[in-house]
């Protein structure tokens, strides 16, 4: 079974700063993985998917990398801004079907 | 763009009431499902549905039905709550299987509270 691990589980930075969240998987096969983000009192998201046969992706500030053979995708936020505070979460899904895990999140504060 | 909406947005119910979460996508997305949301717990798939008339149990299925009769939509229901229950839920769709290609995002409602007493 799929286990999905974001560590840290918070995270609190001054507004500027370069910040890695990072986001581990347990089964290699995985066929794509998505980065998403969450408000309080809100849904998620999209931010970047990255297929499996990709190493990274970018929008804007973010940039997303995948490491399939070691388990692991990093988001890359780029001068972070408090409007960037929020929960982060990563989701894959593998080649059997329908269902994504997703990590448990890592909430991230950027103060001013 | 109304995308995927979730009504309500909060509910209390009492032990052994039952009620229906109801999800609209306007996106004709074939793909649909239901999670629940716990501290600690990450996000969890209840059920889902890969098209008009399909559902599917997902990891968390126990306690919870769900039909999709009409392709837009997708309903949870709780015949017999339980505080066990107590929850936000989110529904989420997407095209094709999710992350399947570059284009298979998952879109999701802004979630429904709910607290079983």
């Known amino acids: 079974k799929q286990e999905v691990t974001q560590i840290p589980a918070a995270l609190s930075v001054p507004e500027g700063e370069n910040l890695v969240l990072n986001c581990s998987f347990t089964d290699s096969a995985i066929y794509n993985l998505q980065w998403f983000r969450q408000d309080p009192g809100k849904g998620l998201t999209s931010l970047l998917l990255i297929q499996s046969s990709q190493r990274e992706q970018t929008s804007g500030r973010l940039n997303a990398s995948l490491d399939k053979s070691s388990g692991r995708s990093t988001l890359y936020i780029a001068a972070s801004q408090p409007g960037d505070s929020a929960t982060y979460l990563c989701?894959?899904?593998?080649?059997?079907?329908?269902?994504?895990?997703f990590g448990g999140g890592t909430r991230l504060m950027v103060k001013p | 763009n109304a995308g995927v909406t979730q009504t309500p947005k909060f509910r209390v119910l009492k032990t052994g009431q039952s009620m229906t979460l109801l999800c609209a996508q306007d996106?004709?997305?074939?793909?649909m499902y239901w999670y629940r949301q716990d501290p600690g717990m990450g996000l969890r798939l209840i059920h889902y549905s890969v098209g008009e008339g399909t559902t599917a149990k997902g990891e968390v299925p126990d306690g919870y039905n769900v039909s999709r009769l009409k392709k837009q939509n997708f309903l949870l229901g709780l015949e017999s709550a339980a505080p066990s229950q107590t929850s936000v839920y989110f529904c989420?769709?997407?095209?094709?299987?999710?992350?399947?290609?570059?284009?298979?995002?998952?879109?999701f409602g802004s979630g429904t509270q709910l607290s079983v007493l």
């Open positions: 996106m004709n997305h074939e793909y």
């Open positions: 989701a894959t899904n593998n080649n059997a079907g329908n269902m994504l895990t």
């Open positions: 989420a769709s997407s095209y094709g299987a999710p992350l399947s290609t570059t284009n298979e995002k998952l879109f």
